[in-house]
């Protein structure tokens, strides 16, 4: 399964995405932007959907944290990005 992880830049975006990370710099692959939706719920739209899709490469000096996310919408991203329809964990967020 991908390394997907949510990366909260200092900016106060939070990204999901597969991400590496190589001597100062991480690489968000097929990056997702988290939005607030509502109570409860949360949007996913591109991460700069105005350009080419492609790795984004970010210095670590712009990134806050990174975690996992939960498995519910780890399922989501990969499905999202990749088309594989994972098997549902059977509870957790709300994704629109």
Do not use: N, W
């Amino acid at each position: 399964m991908k390394d997907v992880q949510i990366v909260r830049l200092v900016t106060g975006e939070e990204v999901i995405a597969e991400v590496s990370y190589d001597k100062g710099f991480y690489t968000l692959t097929d990056a997702i932007l988290l939005v607030p939706a509502g109570e409860g719920k949360i949007g996913m739209v591109p991460f700069v959907p105005y350009a080419k899709r492609g790795p984004v490469v970010i210095g670590e000096q712009h990134v806050m944290f990174q975690l996992e996310p939960a498995e519910e919408l780890k399922r989501q991203v990969i499905e999202a990005t990749t088309g594989i329809a994972m098997p549902d964990s059977g509870g957790g967020l709300k994704l629109v």
